[in-house]
């Protein structure tokens, strides 16, 4: 199996945590923003990323989108499952999934580009990095206000997921599911901010456990 992505994306953070937590052999190529699209638009009709190319007779050619990566994965190599067999845990599953994708990996995108551009900007001042980090803010039409609103997300969050997974292992079941691994990929942007790791230690030490368990390294910030 072969995956497309930028290496800075938590989204692409997320499809390597499956990939690495059902064990399976894969290769990483990583794209350059921008010339990206000449690659994928041909593949899947979209410039986004993660995409992933199984590479297996029979098998679609590439897979566009974390969740549906989450998908064949799952139909590929049922054992360990990202999804509970049990119908009202799979749904709990899958609305913390979608939730987690669209509103909260979107909201720590962000938080986490406002602040690499202003108190954070030291971890990379190069023209290169801040150059994209403007093209991101920029595409994503980031500004103050919008920042403040993303924050606001992430605080009723982190809320919920304090009350739901600080003293629990796993956030559905008895085991690691897709709500886990989504997780801890689409919140570890926060491990580079101060704030973020000084009032919620528990998350981190959660997310380098989900890192640990599926064989990925530690995100920046906490390696």
């Keep these: 199996m072969h995956l497309l992505q930028f290496s800075t994306s938590h989204y692409c953070r997320k499809a390597r945590l499956a990939l690495g937590y059902k064990q399976l052999p894969f290769t990483v190529e990583n794209l350059t923003p921008g010339l990206h699209a000449l690659k994928l638009k041909p593949l899947t009709g979209t410039t986004t990323v993660p995409v992933l190319l ?26 360990p499952p990202l999804y509970p067999a049990d119908p009202v845990q799979r749904s709990q599953v899958k609305q913390l999934e979608d939730w987690l994708d669209e509103s909260i990996g979107v909201a720590t995108r962000f938080v986490y580009y406002d602040y690499r551009a202003g108190a954070g900007k030291s971890i990379d001042p190069s023209l290169m990095s801040q150059a994209m980090i403007a093209i991101v803010r920029r595409q ?27 003293d629990r292992e796993f956030l559905v079941g008895s085991q690691i599911t897709a709500a886990d691994l989504t997780t801890a990929a689409l919140l570890s942007p926060l491990a580079l901010l101060p704030h973020y790791r000084a009032a919620h230690p528990w998350l981190f030490e959660k997310i380098a456990t989900v890192h640990q368990r599926c064989g990925e390294p530690l995100p920046p910030g906490l390696a």
């Design 140 to 166: 994503y039409g980031m500004n103050a206000a919008r920042v403040r609103l993303a924050g606001d997300r992430l605080a009723d969050a982190l809320q919920y997921l304090q009350q739901h997974w600080k």
């Design 54 to 79: 199984p590479e297996l007779e029979g098998q679609a050619g590439a897979i566009a989108d974390s969740s549906h990566i989450f998908e064949f994965l799952d139909q590929h190599q049922p054992d």
